[in-house]
Structure formats: C-alpha cells, structure tokens
C-alpha cells in the first residue's frame, strides 16, 4: 500500500466520478472558486460539521451556538477593520494581463504564466459588495462576510443578556463565508465561497497564555480524531509581520498537501480588538466590575478538512493484480457507512431479502448505499473508492439460515454473521 505523488489528480476525478465534488456552474462553462458538492461530498461535510459540533458545542457546559445572518450591516466591517485592512497586495502582467496575488507569485515582480513584469502593486478588498433594496448607493452597499467570527461578535451582548455565562466562556458557529481571492486555486482549498467552523472564546486577559495553550491540544484532538494523518500536519507560529489585524498571536496548523504545505486550521489570539471596536463590555454579576473580555478563536475550515481527509484517507492497496484505490476514512466520517447488495441482481427472491434488509439498516444509521449494479467485484471496488467501511451481501445460503457476508474495506475480509447481529456489529466498530 502506497501513497503516490498524482495525488491531487486521482482525488479530483475521484470526487468527480463517484459524486463528491463537482466543479461549480459546469454547464455554463464553470465560475472560478466555486464548487458543488454531491451526494457523497454532501454527507462528508455534514459528518465534518456534525461531529464538530457535537465535541466543540453539545459535548461542552461552556459554548453556546449561534447561526447569524451572512448579511451585517456595513458598520460591522467597519469596526472590525475589514473595509480597511482585509487587503491583499495585487499585481497585473503588462504583457499577458493575468492578475496574481502579489504574495502567491513564484518570483517577486514576474508574472506566474509568461514571464513578463508584473509592475507595482496595489491594495485589493477581498470582501464581494453587494447592494441592498432597490436604490443603488453608498448606503446600501452590504458586504458578504469573509469569517462568520462577526456574526458571533455582534451578539454577544444578546447571549449575555439571554443567558448570563461566567468567565471563560466560548460562541461558535458553522457557515457560508466569501472571499473574491485574487487567485483561487489547487481544487477545494482556495476557493471564493465556503465554509467556517469558528469559535470565539472570551476568558480574561492573563489567562491567555493558559487557554491559548488548551485551545491548541483541542485542536490537535479534533484532527486526530477526525483521521488527519498527523504526520502531515506542522505548527507554524505565524511572524509578527504576518499577523491579521487583530491578532497579537497566531499558529497555523499547515497540512502537507501535495502543492505544498499550507494551512488548514489556525488559532489566534485576538485579544480584546473585537469586543472594543463593537463597544462591547462584561460585567461581572456578582462583583459588578465591568471588563473587555479577550478572545481567542480557533478556526476551521470546512472545505480545507474535506480535502485534508480525502488525502488522509487515500490508500492504493497493491497487494492483489490490480492496484486497488480505498479511502480509509473513519465510519463517523465515511459518506456510507455500509452498502447492501444481492448476490444476483435478477433473483427476486435474493433481491426482496436484500431490500428489507437495506431498509432496516437504512432506518438505523441513514447513510446506507443500494448497490447491485455490475458484479460483486466491481461493487466492491465501487464502494472501496468511495471509503464505505463494510459491504454487505445477500446469497443463497442467507435465504436458508438468515445470515450474510459482510466484508471489510480495508483488509477485504469478508465474515458471515446473523442478520440480526449486523447493527450491533457496526455500532461496535463504529469510531
Ligand atoms: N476568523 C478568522 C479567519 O477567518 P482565516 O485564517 O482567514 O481566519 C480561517 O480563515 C480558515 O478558513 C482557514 O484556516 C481555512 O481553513 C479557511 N479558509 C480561509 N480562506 C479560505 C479559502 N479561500 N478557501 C477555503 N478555505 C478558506
């Protein structure tokens, strides 16, 4: 079993082919920055931010989940100093005319495509401007947010109020965000619309060391527990240079993909930048002392884990006469947990037992997959190229002593059990 160095390339046709991820408005000739996701793609990110929310959210005492409107009022990226300084230095050929981050370049001052000078730079908003209502001005112009971090700033007054946390205590938020990047690029992990798993946790000033600390292993946990092959994921303690705006510290956890190592997640100290520029307090209601409370944010994204995962899990198995392609992926996270399939497909009588046995299991765990397309070869391939952990096969014998195959993605070992034990047998091996 290998890894191979067309990586990119396999797991980009794979998502294509088999329904992951499609390249968006492809009818129209595609839209730059923009992808869809299909079914499998669909269940990949839900059992992402399902899971997520279930460690940072549910799983917690001390974080409450908010679901904010994309759209703010302009004043919110005012204060946040998005309007001013969520900038990116951009640059254009005078030969070919192609535009380029001026950072993203190979050699500074030479354009990426045909070598020509690519001149000065200059600043470029990476927020989409839009307008609201009917009348087009500067007071209607709405920006789509580029983090959902705002969304949980403007209201934390509103959870104060409604809910009366204690120091330290967290917000977090699953959502869209948008950023008209200058250069999207390398598939899913630089695109223009995507999708943020922030958290925003308010603690006192001294303590940020200590949580900042914290904050981290958690981050850690969370990619381990996901699968992320943690042998291609590096800390970068990001230069004082390259700090956002409102960050007075920051690591990015980069992963090694294979255009580079580039970052995944990252955790910043934003000390209490976000809550004063929104006048926004905490007063204490037992000491009624009156405080602005700091923040650190670790911050996910959405798309970026879809790709580490799929990286993660891509395994080529050449034990057997033809190279066999398999995602390992975790059964939380698989897209099918398992696929049931008749023997035969032109056997009602394997066919009608195969199909109350797909609904039962469907009822039970959801993401269960009808297969009886082709032969059993070819349907476990299917379902190995798709990371579905367990097949399960109806045959003769089953219409005899009710019990099945069931077969293992990863070793391709196959068992025969009890129908009636076969929930109970993915319960226990579901991690
Ligand atoms: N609220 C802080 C913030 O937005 P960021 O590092 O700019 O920080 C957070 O973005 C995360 O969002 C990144 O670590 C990355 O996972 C994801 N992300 C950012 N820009 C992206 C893009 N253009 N395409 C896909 N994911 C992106």
Redesign the pocket.
Known sequence: MEKDEKLMEKITSLCKRRGFIYPGSEIYGGLA?TFDYGPLGVALKNNIKTLWWKKFVDGRVDMYGVDAAILMNSAVWQASGHVDTFTEALVECGKCHKRFREDHLKEKGKCDECGGDTGLSRKFNGMFKTQIGAVEDSSSTVYLR?????GMFVNFKNIIDSFHPKLPFGMAQIGK?F?N?IT?RDF?????????M?IEYFIKDEDWEKYFEYWKDEMLAWMEGMGIDMNKVHELEVEKEDL?H?SKR?I??EFDFPFGLK????L?Y?TDFDLKSHNLIYQDEETSSKIVPHVI?P???????VLALMLSAYTEDNGGIETRPYLAFKPSVAPVVCAVSPLLKNKPELRDYAHILYRTLKDEFGRVMWDDNGNIGKRYRRQDEIGTPWCIVVDFDTLTDDTVTIRDRDTGVQERIKKVDIIDYIKERMN
């Open positions: 920055g580029p983090e959902t971090a705002q965000a950023r990047e999207p899913i992990f630089r695109v223009r619309e995507f999708e943020q922030e956002a409102y920051t990015d956890f970052e995944l997640y990252g910043a934003r944010e911050t996910f994204g959405v798309d970026r884990t």
